[in-house]
């Protein structure tokens, strides 16, 4: 069985964090992710998903995404459920992610500065494994065309 989910998205308010009476902390936010067709009018249409993260990953997120942004999520589908106050059963189905990465930063527009962290595979988040990529403006890029003829031989070639 497999329950993995990977969803590109913006965010529709800054992230809330907060903790469990364990301290442990906890982020949600919501993620608008288009569809990938258009409704009669010709216009797109949007599902706004619940995204909850855990410990280090929500706190990283909580400090670093913000309403607007552009984010890939990858993590699992939960649905959970409670009784509310009129004593009702409410159903909630939720993205639990295990890695987020930025796919901007605040002050790059849409440019893709490729900011990431996860958690390791666990529960409820586990522990934080990422790291940050980003710098992309102090490295060149070493694929980047320069108009001179690449030199490979077939042997480097994985296929």
């Known amino acids: 069985m497999l329950n993995r989910v990977i969803l590109i998205g913006r965010l529709t308010r800054d992230p809330e964090l907060r903790y469990t009476p364990a301290g442990v902390a906890v982020t949600q936010f919501t993620l608008a992710v288009d569809r990938p067709f258009s409704n009669n009018q010709g216009q797109r249409e949007a599902d706004f ?7 280090q990953l929500a706190e990283t997120c909580a400090n670093y995404l913000r309403k607007g942004r552009l984010a890939a999520v990858e993590g699992r589908i939960q649905v959970r459920s409670y009784d509310n106050n009129e004593g009702r059963r409410v159903y909630v189905t939720e993205v639990i992610a295990d ?3 930025f796919l901007e930063s605040a002050n ?3 440019r893709d500065e490729g900011m990431g962290m996860g958690a390791g595979s ?3 988040g586990g522990g934080y494994r990422g790291g940050y990529g980003g710098g992309r403006s102090q490295q060149q890029d070493p694929f980047q065309d320069d108009g001179k003829p690449i030199d490979i031989s ?3 070639l994985p296929f």
Request: proline fraction near 5%; hydrophobic fraction near 25%.
């Open 49 to 55: 998903i619940p995204v909850v993260t855990w410990r």
């Open 99 to 101: 890695n987020v990465r």
């Open 108 to 110: 790059s527009g849409n």
């Open 122 to 124: 666990g529960g409820d």
């Open 154 to 156: 077939d042997d480097d």
